[in-house]
């Protein structure tokens, strides 16, 4: 189950769109995005301080791959560490999923 909840918010007359008889061009509706940060490890190794899990690969060009398990990294689908400010906010203990090359 995702973590992400996401709500749109339409504010305005008419939901934001102003009529062309108005003196002015139509303009589309204004949307505000609200997230929720909620922990997306319920109840899978909580005993840990961080879940990080390793998995050996015969064919990787790098050595090592780390990979977003938290879905709040800027480089999704790799990880960028954004679950440590994700983990302080909600108590979580999600980590990344290291590839290692053989």
């Known amino acids: 189950m995702a973590s992400l909840s996401i709500c749109n918010v339409y504010t ?3 939901y934001g769109i102003r009529p062309a008889s108005s003196g002015g061009a139509a303009t589309k509706p ?3 995005v609200a997230v929720r940060a909620e922990a ?3 109840d899978i190794r909580k005993t840990e301080d961080k879940v990080v899990d390793s998995v050996v690969v015969t064919e990787l060009a790098k050595p090592l791959t780390a990979y977003c398990r938290c879905w709040r990294s800027g480089t999704f689908p790799l990880c960028d560490g954004s679950h ?3 983990n302080k906010a ?3 203990n999600v980590g990344p999923l290291l ?3 053989k």
Request: a positive charge; charged letters at 30%.
């Open 12 to 14: 305005g007359v008419s």
């Open 30 to 32: 204004r949307r505000m």
């Open 99 to 101: 590839l290692k090359n």
């Open 84 to 86: 440590v400010k994700h």
């Open 40 to 42: 997306i490890n319920p």
């Open 90 to 92: 909600t108590g979580d």
